[in-house]
Every structure is written in C-alpha cells, then in structure tokens.
C-alpha cells in the first residue's frame, strides 16, 4: 500500500506500545505522518519501525521529536506508569498536545490534565472503545474531552484513529466516564449471557445455539435505549409499558429457575435486590427507567 506524506509533514509520538499502542501508531503511519515510537521493551517497536516509524531511545528524546507544533499520544497500563513516565520531562511538555489514551477513572483524567497543564502543556483525554485490530477502520469510536482548541488543531490527525472519532466536551473527565459507561454496559451484556447460556446448558443446550437467540434479545432491548434516555433525562417514568413490579415477577422466576438447575443465582438476585428497592420506595408501578433513580442513590438507598 502506498503512503502518502502529509503536506504539513506532522510529527506524531506514540509513548506506550502495548497491543492497542501498537494500533494507534500503526494507524498514523499508514496515515502517512512521521511516526516516532517509544516502550520501555525496544523489541515492540520492530514492526513500526520496520513500517516507517522512528524508534527513539528514550522518553525524552520521543517527546523532543513530535516537535512543538507535533502531537505526543500517551497508551500506557496505568496512570501511574503515566506519572512515572511523564513527571520527569518537566518543561519539556511546554507549548505541546498530549493525548492521553490510558483508561483510568475520570478523577485522576482531570489531575493529569492538571499536571500537564502545570509544565505548560495542554491535553486531551481520551477513551479508545475498540479492539487494536479495530483502530484505524470506520467502526473504531475514540473520544476526546479537553481542551477543544487542541482537538481543532489536530483533528484531521486524530481521526486517523478511527472513523467515529470526535471530541465530546472540555471537562477532561468526560472520555473516562463515557468509558466506565460502556465497560459497565459490556459486562453487564457478557455476564447476562453467559448466565443464560449456563441455563440451558443444563438442559444439553449448547452457547452456540443460544448465541443467536441472545443477540436478537439485545438488539431487541437495545431498541428501547432512546426511551429510556428520553424519561431518564426528564425524570419522567410514568405511562410505562412494564412496570417495576412486572419486572420483579419476571426476575422472580430467573432466581427460581436458576437454583432448580443449580446454577448460581447471585447475578438474578442482586437484578431482583435492586428492584425491590425501587418497589419499597413506592415505585413498583412505574417504568422500568426509574431504576435510574437506584443508581443515584435517590430511592432506596440501605441506611
């Protein structure tokens, strides 16, 4: 495939090359900008570089070679490998873009934020919600919060990345709270399935035959989200279409049927503790959504 310079010829620096590192970068050098790489293991350079990427040797030197008017995209474990990476560049980070790509909450987004900015430096923080083979392709969605005067100058850099890539707002805490969202969501999918499937796998029903079923399930609730949202935002869960209290009868026979198979009910039961809560609080005849309402801690909180 053939690469196409940028006419501006924009440097970009990828400090951490783990599995999704490694796609980042890969996605900027097929974009045809000049790539330098860094990890603490040499090694996982090799393809990039191999690609057209430049190998540095230190932090510093990988920092040094975006140059002032580059981008640094930091896709470290953690935001104490961030600290410990970071911290020691000082005023080096004056006058540039960092992009911080490393999941963590959205308290310690904020502080690092703050930390950059302190060295005279401006950030961006990011959520990447796609695998590495993903980065790069039409369906990748990456979200950016902070400064937005950041996100305007490097934009067409930073869609590299993905085709549903965009800048969601200036609080830097917004990506990391997007993020916990959809892991939140992710698991609560997987787990259900697998619960599901553990069902009938006590009747000799394998996950492959579920699965096919189980996808319409979601696609199905899936449908409802809008409405959903809709009542969430206003408060309003009236006229409902399933109250509370249909759903708790349903969840009634999941914890019932779970133990006459012998498969492990803690995941119905607590579905079922939370909506009784909901019940006990007066709300058992209103929509679903109000569920909303236990998670805020605004009805039936445990004293």
């Known amino acids: 495939m053939t690469q196409h310079r940028n006419k501006r010829n924009t440097q970009v620096t990828v400090v951490g090359l783990g599995l999704m590192g490694r796609a980042l970068a890969g996605a900027f050098v097929r974009g045809g900008l000049d790539v330098t790489v860094w990890n603490r293991t040499a090694s996982r350079a090799d393809d990039l570089v191999a690609g057209g990427a430049r190998r540095a040797g230190s932090v510093r030197e990988a920092v040094e070679a975006a140059g002032p008017d580059g981008l640094v995209v930091v896709c470290l474990t953690d935001y104490d ?11 080096l980070l004056d006058g540039r873009v960092l992009v911080n790509l490393t999941s963590g909450t959205s308290t310690v987004a904020r502080e ?15 959520a990447v919600m796609a695998t590495p083979d993903g980065i790069g392709t039409a369906d990748a969605t990456v979200l950016l919060s902070g400064d937005f005067g950041a996100w305007t100058r490097h934009e067409k850099t930073l869609r590299l990345l993905g085709g549903r890539t965009d800048h969601i707002g200036d609080d830097h805490g917004l990506a990391a709270l997007y993020e916990m969202g ?10 259900g399935f697998l619960h599901g ?12 035959a579920f699965a096919p079923v189980a996808k319409q399930g979601v696609a199905t609730v899936a449908g409802w989200l809008d409405d959903y949202a809709r009542r969430a935002d206003a408060g309003d869960h009236g006229s409902p279409e399933a109250t509370v209290e249909t759903h708790l009868a349903t969840m009634n026979h999941l914890v019932h049927e779970s133990e006459a198979l012998g498969v492990d009910t803690e995941l119905p039961r607590l579905v079922r503790e939370l909506a009784e809560r909901a019940v006990a609080a007066g709300h058992g005849g209103d929509e679903y959504s109000v569920m909303i309402d236990v998670f805020r801690k605004r009805v039936g909180t445990p004293s």
């Open 81 to 91: 490998a961030v600290r410990e990476v970071l911290d020691p560049l000082g005023g």
């Open 112 to 126: 690092t934020a703050a930390r950059v900015a302190e060295a005279g430096g401006v950030c961006l923080d990011g």
């Open 182 to 191: 959809v892991l939140g969501l992710m698991w609560g999918i997987l787990n």
């Open 197 to 208: 499937a553990a069902l009938l796998g006590a009747a000799g029903v394998r996950a492959e």
